[in-house]
């Protein structure tokens, strides 16, 4: 019913337009364009699951001067804590940690499509409760690049790519998810994940819903199975928003 009438309500605004003088149009696409560009930041928040591990993160990107609808410089800032269990084996222990970063870049638009490069600090620190009461705690800082990509290299089909490299414990990251998009406006498609830092191995296969509109946020949902150096395969899902301002 709700599709109904969103295509009714479509219809509607397209036979308005189709009678509005040429001129009037024109002053409305302008004035959404100009819209557009007084968007100046994003936020976004994240939520990882699996049988051991949960993370949660949130953060923001924001133009440094102008908007997001034109290339310029970026300002991204990020803070995320996880809670795990220590060890495969009894007594397993838990370890908490949480993690931040503080990147500047350069993002490169064309239409909806973007290249973002970042350089700045990287920091995590580390408590690990063993199940005799004992408790160590460990803060590291290093240095982290990351490149973000949105494309659309044809009508109804995405491409979304990121990745970085940090001096925290040598970590390598990396994910891309091709999409095509559903009638209903969101995108679909397989998601590939690789991570590695020095001891630790994991990789992910699964499936993405990309660009669901819900309360004025968009949403991201993404699950399959993940394989890690020190644990046998495993189910994961991800649930992921933004929100432009």
Avoid: C
């Avoid at 790519?161 to 999409?179: I, K, T």
């Amino acid at each position: 019913m709700a599709w109904g009438w969103r295509r009714a309500g479509q219809a509607g605004l397209a036979m308005v337009l189709a009678a509005a003088p040429p001129r009037a149009a024109l002053a409305d696409e302008e004035e959404t364009e100009s819209g557009r560009a007084a968007l100046s930041q994003v936020i976004f928040g994240s939520m990882e699951a699996g049988p051991t591990k949960t993370f949660l993160s949130v953060g923001m990107k924001r133009a440094l001067g102008g908007g997001l609808a034109g290339s310029g410089f970026r300002l991204f800032l990020k803070a995320g804590g996880s809670q795990e269990q220590t060890r495969r084996q009894p007594p397993r222990g838990t370890t908490y940690k949480a993690e931040s970063q503080a990147l500047i870049g350069y993002e490169w638009r064309l239409g909806d499509s973007f290249l973002a490069l970042y350089a700045g600090s990287d920091f995590q620190s580390e408590q690990r409760l063993e199940p005799f009461g004992a408790s160590f705690t460990e803060a590291r800082y290093g240095a982290r690049l990351q490149a973000d990509l949105w494309s659309t290299p044809m009508p109804g089909m995405m491409l979304q790519a990121s990745a970085y490299a940090s001096s925290l414990n040598g970590r390598l990251w990396a994910r891309m998810a091709p999409g095509w998009q559903a009638p209903l406006g969101f995108y679909a498609g397989p998601e590939f994940e690789a991570y590695r830092e020095h001891g630790y191995r994991k990789l992910r296969l699964g499936l993405h819903l990309t660009g669901l509109r819900l309360l004025g946020l968009e949403w991201r949902l993404s699950g399959g199975w993940q394989r890690t150096s020190e644990r046998r395969s495993e189910a994961y899902a991800t649930l992921g928003l933004h929100w432009l301002r």
